[in-house]
């Protein structure tokens, strides 16, 4: 009896999926284990397994497809299944892959989404399946040149892969929903690797047109993936909290002095350069153990102090702005802060991160300081109580009794919840961690 594959629960807020890439040609054999299909939640691209050995029949669900999570996107059974869904007519019964690789092999092209240039049915050599397989091809999108244009040969498979254009998943995904011909978008990314901020600049570059195309028609760009899920999220956030921000001016020169002395005592040792980031995560840490009414989030009857402090770092990636979760960062050393916030920083902008890395955060830090920001509010990440924005460190004349002094000054600024806390707590609270940049030795005490 045929086993159903489906898509798996991929963290507790994930409701549905979008298919990226079948890594395995309808109708193939598969082994448990292997795995068959990526899918692309609002956090990551996980790989999806088979759950038994067999021919693989792939269902409706071409890449770019949204479907719920927990559904049945193909079967694994047998040469003679079919695979069959509630509210679709069953596919067309795949070819099987033959067992000798000595003759040529028959490959069928689904209809929907073979080139109108190709016909019905597309052969192709042993050589050219393997390699084709190898390099994630798919045949129906390959001209073939052998057997007078009726045969798919290894060559026209590397060709084709030659000319693809090398772009990232999201921003191959964008290109095609504003209707952008890749191939003409120049890569910013390592290799020429097209990005999607590349996709970016281009739609800027088509909205915004020269006074003579001005008449165009205007470039919709679909509210689809990260950017729906921040849109729906930080819109719910504005609307639904009653928020207060408090701006605070902090010297923190000795912050810097002693990022520069761990920087020569551990860098080597620990192997990266200690950065603000787990400089501050340590630091607002200790400071909501000793003011845990920041550390909380509403419920529908209650105010609830919250026992893990787990912090979240807001990160720039390919894919919208996303927030890895140092858990019980409280507990932990500046060592173990920076190893985790670079490991997890480094997954979420390749769209790897697992799914529990961006779930139960407890309050946030979102630093622009490296864009030259000053000052800023923030939106606060439900259901967090707060969020503390960092603006840049700078150098500034600044009286330091009666003595004008040039100190490295920065900005914080703290959004917080009216309704969990009030204005003069929510003061003092900012004002500690003020007291911790500009004291660091406290942290030891």
């Known amino acids: 009896m045929a086993?159903?594959?489906?898509?798996?629960?991929?963290?507790?807020?994930?409701?549905?999926?979008?298919?990226v890439n079948w890594l395995v040609e309808d109708g193939s054999t598969v082994k448990r284990g292997q795995e068959v299909v990526e899918v692309e939640t609002d956090k990551a691209v996980f790989p999806v397994?088979?759950?038994?050995?067999?021919?693989?029949?792939?269902?409706?669900?071409?890449?770019?497809?949204?479907?719920?999570?927990?559904?049945?996107?193909?079967?694994?059974?047998?040469?003679?299944?079919?695979?069959?869904?509630?509210?679709?007519?069953?596919?067309?019964?795949?070819?099987?892959?033959?067992?000798?690789?000595?003759?040529?092999?028959?490959?069928?092209?689904?209809?929907?989404?073979?080139?109108?240039?190709?016909?019905?049915?597309?052969?192709?050599?042993p050589r050219a399946k393997m390699?084709?397989?190898?390099?994630?091809?798919?045949?129906?999108?390959?001209t073939p040149t052998g057997g007078g244009g009726a045969r798919i040969t290894e060559k026209d498979v590397l060709q084709a892969v030659k000319s693809a254009p090398k772009a990232t998943a999201v921003a191959q995904r964008m290109a095609q929903e504003a209707g952008l011909d890749i191939h003409g978008i120049p890569g910013s990314g390592v290799r020429g690797m097209v990005t999607k901020a590349d996709i970016e600049q281009a739609v800027l570059s088509i909205q915004e047109p020269a006074p003579a195309v001005l008449s165009g028609d205007t470039v919709r760009v679909p509210l689809t993936g990260v950017r729906k899920i921040i849109a729906e999220r930080m819109g719910t956030s504005v609307h639904t909290t009653a928020r207060?921000?408090?701006?605070?001016?902090?010297?923190?020169?000795?912050l810097v002095a002693w990022r520069e002395r761990l920087k020569e005592l551990v860098s080597e040792n620990w192997g990266f350069n200690p950065g603000f980031n787990e400089l501050l995560t340590r630091i607002v840490a200790v400071a909501l153990r000793k003011f845990p009414y920041m550390n909380a989030r509403l419920t529908p009857d209650a105010i609830?102090?919250?026992?893990?402090?787990?912090?979240?770092?807001?990160?720039?990636?390919?894919?919208?702005?996303?927030?890895?979760?140092?858990?019980?960062?409280?507990?932990?050393?500046?060592?173990?802060?920076?190893?985790?916030?670079?490991?997890?920083?480094?997954?979420?902008?390749?769209?790897?991160?697992?799914?529990?890395?961006?779930?139960?955060?407890?309050?946030?830090?979102?630093?622009?300081?490296?864009?030259?920001?000053?000052?800023?509010?923030?939106?606060?990440?439900?259901?967090?109580?707060?969020?503390?924005?960092?603006?840049?460190?700078?150098?500034?004349?600044?009286?330091?009794?009666?003595?004008?002094?040039?100190?490295?000054?920065?900005?914080?600024?703290?959004?917080?919840?009216?309704?969990?806390?009030d204005g003069a707590p929510a003061a003092r609270f900012l004002q500690y961690i003020k007291q911790l940049i500009e004291m660091p030795a406290l942290l030891a005490v």
Do not use: C, W
């Open 3 to 19: 086993k159903e594959l489906f898509v798996p629960q991929l963290g507790q807020t994930v409701e549905e999926v979008t298919i």
């Open 49 to 125: 397994e088979a759950n038994g050995n067999g021919v693989i029949h792939i269902g409706p669900f071409p890449k770019g497809s949204v479907v719920p999570v927990l559904s049945t996107v193909a079967i694994i059974g047998t040469a003679e299944d079919v695979f069959s869904a509630a509210a679709s007519s069953p596919v067309p019964e795949p070819v099987q892959e033959p067992v000798a690789a000595a003759v040529e092999t028959e490959v069928s092209a689904a209809p929907a989404a073979a080139p109108a240039t190709l016909p019905e049915k597309v052969f192709a050599s």
């Open 131 to 142: 390699t084709a397989r190898e390099k994630q091809v798919p045949l129906e999108g390959v």
């Open 244 to 254: 207060v921000t408090l701006f605070m001016d902090v010297d923190a020169t000795e």
């Open 304 to 421: 609830e102090l919250l026992p893990e402090v787990n912090i979240g770092v807001a990160v720039d990636t390919e894919r919208g702005l996303l927030v890895p979760v140092v858990k019980h960062a409280d507990q932990k050393t500046i060592q173990q802060i920076g190893a985790e916030i670079r490991e997890m920083a480094g997954r979420a902008r390749i769209g790897s991160s697992l799914p529990d890395e961006l779930a139960g955060g407890t309050f946030t830090i979102t630093n622009l300081g490296m864009y030259d920001v000053d000052g800023f509010t923030p939106v606060i990440n439900l259901p967090e109580a707060a969020i503390l924005g960092v603006g840049r460190i700078s150098p500034q004349p600044v009286y330091v009794g009666d003595v004008l002094m040039k100190r490295q000054m920065m900005v914080l600024s703290l959004v917080f919840d009216h309704r969990l806390v």
